[in-house]
């Protein structure tokens, strides 16, 4: 087994540095997929060369865009076969990889993604493989049963990913493994992921991979790469006077703000937006139409903070928050390392505050005792920051008066936006539609041109109103 570079050794983390189609490469862009991941960096190279990989990272780490764009990247479209199969040891994980799978794809037209999992029933299941499909995720012992029964074809598969392989053979699935084997062609690319490697792993390794590349890639979030600040600040007023000043000092692109109440989010939000800051707030007392946009507006960057109570914050799924702010010093220790543990994720360095006061003594101890230092008062940045104006986001959020319901896709305002004289591929953000309404996020400077092309070009044949949500 050859080795790849070590996590320290430089590597190229753009996307655009990779062999990989202009359509995927684009569309990256619009999922907020900034720059590749440890594994990612690691492993790509070799898959899109055509190598066999076995790839070890924990959870999180970014792995099914490593195959995923590997595969999309060799699929050939036009030829409707079975190309690729991605077995998963569970449905949840199956549906899971096929989501992402689906979303990394959608720059590029018909491409059909079935999902064979045990669970649910073998009618559709049939219907759809009558159909045809170009790439398969499934659990071995689903697929089992439709090659036993002469539905599956694997002539055509060029491409074989175990993902979550450790978990596959725990779950007692070496056999279906070794029978799936059996059906596929000699001649193709196997790719391996596993989090962790026991000897098991290493033999279905040497039997069904062929001088694999071996990429491991260690922990992309611990504790340690998150930089904990702490500031002593008396009452209110020191409190909001210190957020500004943090705020105004760092520029994060993405901040969230704790508070114990939901009370305090709304005072908090308020404040902040009459200081000029593009903010959020999340509390219970929200309408579920109004929690969705406003994640929405913070997920696509059009919006920098978010204000939030830890019940309302909970399941956010934001990656690469750059900055956690404790308002209040958490009620428990285990309610603290949750924030804290929300920025730095995906490799980034991240950094928390907290605000606390002599009243929170014995909070602090414990979490003194947790970081295994002293807690320090640190200073605040300059109070001459607060005579500037707060950036504005990045991005700014055009709402279109067309959805599902209109048949409107991704790729279509995509498609609209960039084609013909549009703006770029890289100034279009995170897309996101709904049964009635679009949304996409494009970079501040061209929403001007980009209102214009969805207004008065073709989207889906028609013209739709569109304008900019505040
Ligand atoms: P794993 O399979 O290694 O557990 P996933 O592939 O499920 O991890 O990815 C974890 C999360 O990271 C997902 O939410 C995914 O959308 C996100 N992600 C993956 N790659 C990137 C990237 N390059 N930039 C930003 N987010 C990413
Ligand atoms: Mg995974």
């Known amino acids: 087994m ?16 990779l062999p990989l189609k202009r359509e995927l490469t684009d569309n990256l862009a619009t999922m907020g997929y900034a720059q590749m991941t440890p594994i990612q960096a690691q492993s790509l190279p070799a898959i899109l060369n055509g190598e066999d990989v076995i790839g070890q990272g924990k959870t999180g780490s970014g792995k099914t865009a490593a195959f995923g764009l590997g595969l999309l990247n060799k699929l050939n479209v036009k030829r409707f076969r079975i190309q690729t199969m991605v077995l998963c040891p569970t449905r949840e994980l199956a549906d899971q990889v096929a989501k992402e799978l689906r979303t990394l794809a959608r720059g590029i037209h018909n491409i059909k993604i079935l999902t064979l999992c045990g669970g649910v029933p073998m009618g559709p299941q049939i219907g759809s493989l009558e159909h045809g499909a170009h790439i398969i995720v499934g659990t071995p012992g689903r697929i089992i049963d439709h090659l036993d029964r002469g539905r599956l074809d694997l002539e055509n598969v060029d491409t074989l990913i175990l993902d979550e392989a450790d978990r596959m053979l725990e779950m007692g699935f070496q056999r279906e493994l070794d029978a799936i084997m059996l059906a596929v062609p000699r001649e193709r690319q196997t790719l391996l ?10 033999t279905i390794s040497e039997q069904f991979l062929v001088n694999p590349v071996m990429v491991k890639v260690t922990a992309t979030h611990d504790s340690s790469s998150i930089e904990q600040h702490f500031y002593e600040c008396g009452n209110n007023n020191d409190r909001m006077r210190a957020l500004q000043l943090l705020l105004l000092d760092r520029n994060p692109e993405s901040a969230v703000v704790f508070c114990n109440t939901k009370r305090e989010t709304k005072d908090v939000a308020a404040k902040l937006s009459n200081a000029g800051f593009s903010v959020v707030a999340l509390h219970g007392d929200l309408e579920q139409r109004d929690r969705d946009l406003m994640l929405l507006k913070f997920a696509n960057k059009s919006a920098s903070v978010m204000v939030a109570t830890d019940v309302a914050a909970r399941g956010l ?3 690469a928050l750059d900055m956690v702010v404790n308002y209040h010093v958490a009620y428990d220790t285990e309610v603290h390392i949750h ?9 980034s360095k991240g950094a928390a505050f907290t605000f606390f006061n002599h009243e929170d003594g014995y909070k602090i101890g414990l979490i003194e005792d947790l970081l295994g230092r002293d807690i320090v008062a640190e200073g605040l940045p300059s109070e001459s920051l607060l005579d500037k104006m707060p950036a504005q986001p990045a991005m700014v959020t055009i709402q279109i008066d ?5 048949k409107v896709r991704p790729g279509d305002i995509l498609g609209c936006l960039t084609g013909d004289n549009g703006i770029e591929g890289s100034e279009v953000g995170k897309i996101k539609i709904t049964d009635f309404r679009s949304y996409v996020a494009v970079k501040r400077q061209v929403v001007r041109r980009a209102l214009n092309k969805i207004t008065k070009g073709k989207l889906k044949g028609r013209n739709y109103r569109a304008w900019e949500l505040k």
Do not use: C, E
Request: hydrophobic fraction near 25%.
């Open 317 to 319: 799924d934001i990656d």
């Open 339 to 347: 924030r804290v543990g929300r920025t730095g994720r995906a490799g």
């Open 193 to 202: 992921f596993s989090a962790t490697f026991p000897d098991q792993i290493k």
């Open 402 to 406: 067309g959805g599902k319901k209109n």
């Open 2 to 17: 050859s080795q790849t570079p070590t996590n320290d050794q430089q590597v190229n983390l753009d996307f655009t540095s």
